[in-house]
């Protein structure tokens, strides 16, 4: 998949990265429809706060629910949904999903 990643100081490209797996009971993994990268992402790309390089950037999704871990019991397959937690930018895991 792709994803928007930091290579320092007002460089970021577009990479393709390893899919998204299920690792704990408690994570979803969503196909994303509309992603944007929030305005605190814009104070690391300018530099003016940490962040490392070869990290995703963006944490501002939209998509459809595709996978769920076995804990998980508030959220479905095929459900679209708002992802407010650090994500890749074609997956996100929603945090507090069980």
Known sequence: MKAV???GPKDVSV??????KIEKQTDVI???????IC???LHMY???????????FGHEN???VIEVGSAVDRIR?????ACRST???ASAKIANAV
């Open 5 to 7: 990643v930091y290579n």
């Open 87 to 89: 994500s890749v930018a």
């Open 30 to 36: 969503i196909r994303l429809t509309t992603t944007n």
């Open 77 to 81: 397959r095929a459900i679209a949904c």
């Open 46 to 56: 300018e530099g003016r706060t940490s962040f490392e390089k070869g990290k995703v």
């Open 62 to 64: 939209l998509g459809e």
């Open 15 to 20: 990479n393709t990265i390893d899919d998204p």
């Open 39 to 41: 305005g605190s992402d």
